[in-house]
């Protein structure tokens, strides 16, 4: 959090994704993956990137992860050695209660049971 500088909905998500995403691939942190993120231009949703990049070890420095437009958000994860895949993308149910956040204490504490919402975001995303 201390990278980021705030706790927010988005940076939880981003952490969570990522790491569902290397569970998903096996793929190793910092130099064995490629992550590509969709729909996450514009704050608060952009959090989502910092996120991604304290969990995967990509980094905009390194080149290894790039965002891109999108109408929803969408996560790509890629082992680097293997090809495998994983899509990653939000569940209705998670949309909804984000959309419905009012303000900033209603956004953390939205992101504090997120972060308690179990180990790898299970039941906030859809995989494929
Ligand atoms: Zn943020």
Redesign the pocket.
């Known amino acids: 959090m201390e990278f ?3 706790l ?1 909905p ?2 939880v998500l981003g952490i969570l994704a990522g790491e569902a995403g290397i569970e998903r691939t096996g793929a190793g942190k910092h130099f064995g993956l490629e992550v590509k993120v969709y729909g996450a231009g514009q ?2 949703r952009s ?1 989502l990137i ?1 996120g991604l990049q304290l969990s995967t070890g990509a980094t905009f420095g390194k080149g290894n992860i790039r965002k891109a437009r999108g109408r929803g958000i969408r996560i790509e994860v890629r082992n680097l050695k293997n090809n495998k895949q994983a899509e990653i993308s939000l569940k209705p149910s998670l949309l909804k209660g984000l959309s419905s956040l009012n303000g900033h204490k209603d956004s953390e504490a939205f992101a504090r049971r997120l972060a308690r919402a179990g180990t790898r975001g299970r039941g906030l995303f859809q995989i494929k």
Do not use: K, V
């Open positions: 980021h500088g705030h927010g988005y940076l704050r608060p959090c910092d």
